[in-house]
């Protein structure tokens, strides 16, 4: 929910991934962009890199040897920081402590794992991180008056563990009470990714949840920018790593900003743009390595919007194909398949369907609590009652973004005539004007983006 006004609409949310708060510079640099932007009010940190991979591992119950080591890597996380710290006494006290319940919870987990629990351990991280960062900037700057703040007393979310959801409207009037009349003369820091369900319990809002904490803030304090400062300078037409002849995208709607995260595009989180769109809050995309290299602005429109944009990729995607004499001029056979989908909490990513056929893919946007495969044996036995069922893996979903794609023509012959020494497992094109989405195998993904890069954008 948007709120209706504030008091504070020239104040900014900025948000600082993994890699921007991996270590003691990489925190400096943050700190150096919030002093010199007075407008940045709310900061929302990532855990520093690589901390809630190795929390994610303790949450599967490893043994007493890899839980020494995972432990020990942490700590030494943490401590590398603290070690460049003036007067470290309270730091310490509180960075120790928080060790101390990550490998309770981690001995807990080797005796019994659930989704509950590794969202607790998971959610150390971006705790740990913020504690950090404000003693960081306190150092820094005396005349700097920042705050820790606990996102979960104002994040309300279901239950659904590893991938809450938020409840906005109770965030928009928490976030009111809270936070809002401490604007004025603090930098609040606070987590991204966590949040707390109705009993009290941390929940987590997938992976990358942290820019869709910094949206949802912004939002609700109804703010007049969301930065997502990250290691990159901005979003590109692809994954430079990829296609090194990747350019910047300078400025970019949210649609088809929100295409890209969806299909791929790791510099967003899928669900942050929604927040954003709601209120026409415009998000910044910079580096925080090289804050003066520039970024991308996504703003609600762009003038003269191109018809290819980017590409996205997606990896390790699965097909499945459902076949049942069922579907033969009957009714019913597909709201079957999708209402058991959904008793196991599955969302289908695209779908094309023939006469006695149906061919879908998961939606496996990353949840803290998913190891390994969505499709259970469970899930499987079920269909098995209703269809034929084939399972193809190591798949990867090539998107192409764009404006108004399905009113050009010529689009199938400049792109499938790029593509024809390739198989090609699935095209689902039409219902956007905003992507023609193509399922290849895993091996060809970076040789399909590099092809479709040089043709669809002449470099």
């Known amino acids: 929910m948007c709120a209706v006004s504030s008091p504070y609409p020239q104040y900014v949310v900025a948000k600082f991934g993994g890699t921007s708060v991996a270590d003691f510079d990489a925190m400096n640099h943050c700190a150096d962009i919030i002093l010199a932007n007075a407008d940045v009010r709310v900061v929302v940190l990532s855990a520093s890199a690589g901390v809630t991979n190795l929390l994610v591992t303790l949450a599967t119950g490893c043994d007493s040897n890899k839980r020494e080591r995972c432990l020990k890597q942490i700590r030494d996380i943490q401590y590398a920081i603290i070690d460049r710290l003036n007067d470290v006494g309270v730091i310490c006290e509180e960075i120790d402590r928080l060790l101390e319940n990550i490998e309770m919870l981690s001995e807990a987990a080797s005796l019994a794992t659930s989704e509950a629990l590794t969202d607790e351990l998971v959610s150390h991280g971006e705790v740990m991180s913020t504690l950090l960062f404000v003693e960081l900037l306190r150092q820094r700057n005396a005349n700097t008056n920042a705050e820790w703040f606990d996102i979960r007393r104002i994040m309300r979310t279901n239950d659904h563990f590893g991938r809450a959801e938020p409840d906005t409207l109770q965030l928009h009037i928490s976030a009111v009470e809270h936070l809002q009349p401490r604007l004025n003369n603090t930098v609040v820091i606070t987590q991204g990714f966590i949040g707390r369900e109705e009993k009290g319990r941390t929940t987590t809002l997938g992976r990358g949840g942290s ?249």
């Open 211 to 459: 820019d869709y904490t910094a949206a949802l803030l912004g939002e609700a304090l109804n703010l007049q920018r969301v930065d997502i400062w990250t290691d990159v300078p901005g979003i590109y037409t692809t994954d430079p790593r990829v296609a090194p002849t990747a350019k910047r995208i300078d400025k970019i709607a949210f649609d088809e900003a929100a295409e890209m995260a969806t299909f791929g595009a790791k510099i967003l989180h899928p669900a942050t743009l929604l927040p954003a769109v709601r209120c026409g809050i415009p998000v910044f995309v910079g580096s925080s390595k090289d804050p003066q290299a520039g970024g991308t602005l996504v703003c609600d429109k762009t003038e003269n919007p191109p018809l290819f944009r980017a590409l996205a990729l997606r990896r390790k995607q699965t097909l499945l194909t459902l076949h049942s004499l069922k579907m033969l001029h009957a009714r019913g056979f597909l709201v079957e398949v999708f209402t058991l989908l959904l008793r196991h909490n599955i969302s289908v990513d695209l779908i094309t369907t023939s006469e006695v056929s149906v061919a879908l893919t998961l939606d496996t946007t990353g949840s803290t609590s998913t190891n390994g495969s969505l499709l259970t044996n469970a899930l499987l036995t079920e269909l098995s009652t209703l269809c034929r069922v084939e399972v193809e893996e190591d798949l990867a979903l090539v998107a192409i973004i764009g404006n108004e794609l399905s009113q050009a023509k010529g689009l199938g012959k400049e792109i499938f005539g790029t593509l024809e020494s390739f198989n090609i497992r699935m095209i689902s094109y039409g219902a956007s004007s905003h992507n023609v989405c193509l399922l290849v195998p895993g091996k060809d993904a970076e040789s399909v983006i590099q092809k479709l890069h040089q043709n669809l954008f002449k470099v």
